[in-house]
Antibody
Framework: EVQLVESGGTLVKPGGSLRLSCAASGLIFSNAWMNWVRQAPGKGLEWVARIKSKTDGGTTDYGTPVKGRITISRDDSKNTVYLQMNSLKTEDTAVYYC???????????????WGQGTVVTVSS | SYELTQPPSVSVSPGQTARITCSGDGLPKEFAYWYQQKPGQAPILIIYKDTKRPSGIPERFSGSSSGTIVTLTISGVRPEDEADYYCQSSDTTNTYRGIFGGGTKLTVL
């Protein structure tokens, strides 16, 4: 069974830092392009970041609201993708999902597998 | 860059047809995708590349595209279809940027 499991969400003060993890199983992780998508309380989905596979260059891309404060990375030996978040703001409060980019007939722009999310609360 | 616009809410009675639109200037160039999200759950991909349905998704879900508007149609709506629906596309004008519409709450009366 394909599974993504996020962890690392917690309560953090404004200006603080946090690293989220997403562990994958049941898929060839090294080939996967991985994303983080967040959802603020009562709000819609917002794409945060993407990292390609190393064989496709390992390129990273970021959404405008988080650019410069967030870094996505991966450790293929651990089947894990990370999201390092710095200079956190109250508006970063959200459920953070990791999601795999689709491939093949689905194209590369959909998110076909999702984790259950981890909650980040930024508050003093 | 561009945005995707959805109606905040759509209401239908069971057995009727629900149509949820998503508009965006980039949609003629990029495919659209649709997700269903129920409370407390992660989103599920229900339509990809404008019109295609992943395996396991009921046939009552369909997608269409015309110019700058894509539409999710749910035929013979069931009570369990009550959920939030999001369209999604991408902007590759400069670097990659994933884009979601604001979401539409489908209420089954």
């Amino acid at each position: 069974e394909v599974q993504l499991v996020e962890s690392g969400g917690t309560l953090v003060k404004p200006g603080g830092s946090l690293r989220l993890s997403c562990a994958a199983s049941g898929l060839i992780f090294s080939n996967a392009w991985m994303n983080w998508v967040r959802q603020a309380p009562g709000k819609g989905l917002e794409w945060v970041a993407r990292i390609k596979s190393k064989t496709d260059g390992g390129t990273t891309d970021y959404g405008t609201p988080v650019k410069g404060r967030i870094t996505i990375s991966r450790d293929d030996s651990k089947n894990t993708v990370y999201l390092q978040m710095n200079s956190l703001k109250t508006e970063d409060t959200a459920v953070y999902y990791c999601a795999r980019s689709s491939y093949g007939d689905y194209g590369e722009s959909a998110f076909d597998i999702w984790g259950q999310g981890t909650v980040v609360t930024v508050s003093s | 860059s561009y945005e995707l616009t959805q109606p905040p809410s759509v209401s239908v009675s069971p057995g009727q047809t629900a149509r949820i639109t998503c508009s965006g200037d980039g949609l003629p160039k990029e495919f659209a995708y649709w997700y269903q999200q129920k409370p407390g759950q992660a989103p599920i991909l229900i339509i990809y590349k404008d019109t295609k349905r992943p395996s396991g998704i009921p046939e009552r879900f369909s997608g269409s595209s015309s110019g700058t508007i894509v539409t999710l149609t749910i035929s013979g709506v069931r009570p369990e279809d009550e959920a939030d629906y999001y369209c999604q596309s991408s902007d590759t004008t400069n670097t990659y940027r994933g884009i979601f519409g604001g979401g539409t709450k489908l209420t089954v009366l």
